[in-house]
């Protein structure tokens, strides 16, 4: 079945620098990879999404890129502000939407 | 803004005891779906609905079942809990299959079984 790995489970950056999440997943079929953010006692909520027939997107300070021969996909954050502080979690969607296990993503003033 | 809502933020019940979380959701999507949170296991989907009184099971569904009598309503059962269901659980729903497009979720009911 499908399977998605999400590293690192935690990162802590200086605000201002950049941030980076990566997934890698096994399900070829997949085709939907969005990213969501969970703020401290809060819904999850869509950020960005990208389908397989494209290779990387931006909206503002972040940005995913996808790499479907090699099977992985990552966020970047860039200039990070202490309102980017959340758990973020990568998810893989064909039929259903499988989540990775989250990354607790902390930025120092 | 869609709005998806649980029936309680708290629950707590006893072993043996049958759950009702109940979710609605106020914009006619086809789709919604059942998750529940742990730490360090990310969002792990039980069962989900992609129309009125169908059902699939997702990747968790021992334990659970699920009732859609009505296209906003989506009920997650609980026949007899036990204490290893202890958890977040978390409603969404979506216009677009899961595969689709965004999945807006409710608050979130944490369930503890003693």
């Given amino acids: 079945g499908e399977n998605v790995e999400q590293h690192p489970s935690t990162l802590s950056v200086q605000e201002g620098d950049s941030a980076v999440i990566k997934c890698t997943y096994s399900d070829s079929a997949s085709n939907y990879f969005p990213w969501y953010k969970q703020e401290l006692g809060k819904r999850p909520q869509l950020i960005i999404d990208i389908r397989s027939n494209v290779g990387e997107k931006k909206d503002q300070r972040i940005a995913v890129t996808l790499n479907k021969t090699a099977k992985h996909f990552s966020l970047h954050i860039t200039e990070t502000q202490p309102e980017d502080s959340a758990v973020y979690f990568c998810a893989i969607g064909a039929q259903k939407l499988v989540f990775g296990q989250g990354t607790r993503l902390t930025i120092n003033p | ?114």
Avoid at chain 2, 9 to 38: A, I, P, S
Wanted: with cysteine.
């Fill in chain 2, 1 to 114: 803004d869609v709005k998806v809502t649980q029936s309680s933020r708290y629950l707590v019940k006893r072993t043996g005891e049958k759950v009702f979380l109940e979710c609605v959701q106020d914009m006619d999507h086809e789709n919604m779906f059942w998750y529940r949170q742990d730490p360090g296991l990310g969002l792990r989907l039980i069962y989900f609905s992609y129309d009125v009184k169908m059902k699939e099971k997702g990747d968790i569904p021992e334990g659970y079942s699920v009732s859609r009598e009505k296209k906003e309503r989506f009920s997650l059962i609980l026949e007899s809990a036990s204490t290893n269901q202890t958890s977040m659980y978390l409603c969404a729903s979506s216009l677009r299959p899961a595969g689709g497009g965004e999945q807006f979720f409710g608050p979130g009911t944490r369930l503890t079984v003693l």
